[in-house]
Nanobody, 123 residues
Framework: QVQLVESGGGLVQAGGSLRLSCVASGRTFSSYAMGWFRQAPGKEREFVAAISWGGYNTYYGDSVKGRFTVSRDNAKNTVYLQMNSLKPEDTAVYYC????????????????WGQGTQVTVSS
């Protein structure tokens, strides 16, 4: 079992930056691929980024490429999402997720989810 807790959300102006963190419980964090997803009101959950268990491979959704960076620190059981050049359309609840095995971009491939953190970008 893996428990995930996100933090770092908040209100920021367009063009600003935020860094989200997701801390995982358990001793096997380094064996899990991690993903970030977001969900805006009335919309489906959207893939944002994913990182392989060792951090060697990263993947991004088209809408965030070049602006967001995913990274992880296995010694701290933590995955990060650095978000730069934020836009109002980035406003959503952001979730981190974990799965055994390789990285995936589909939400239903992930086994464990955090409770989410709200990101609001004002224009």
């Amino acid at each position: 079992q893996v428990q995930l807790v996100e933090s770092g959300g908040g209100l920021v102006q367009a063009g600003g930056s935020l860094r989200l963190s997701c801390v995982a419980s358990g001793r096997t964090f380094s064996s899990y691929a991690m993903g970030w997803f977001r969900q805006a009101p009335g919309k489906e959950r959207e893939f944002v980024a994913a990182i392989s268990w060792g951090g060697y491979n990263t993947y991004y959704g088209d809408s965030v490429k070049g602006r967001f960076t995913v990274s992880r620190d296995n010694a701290k059981n933590t995955v990060y999402l650095q978000m730069n050049s934020l836009k109002p359309e980035d406003t959503a609840v952001y979730y981190c997720a974990a799965r055994s095995g390789s990285s995936r971009t589909r939400a239903y491939d992930y086994d464990y989810w955090g409770q989410g953190t709200q990101v609001t970008v004002s224009s």
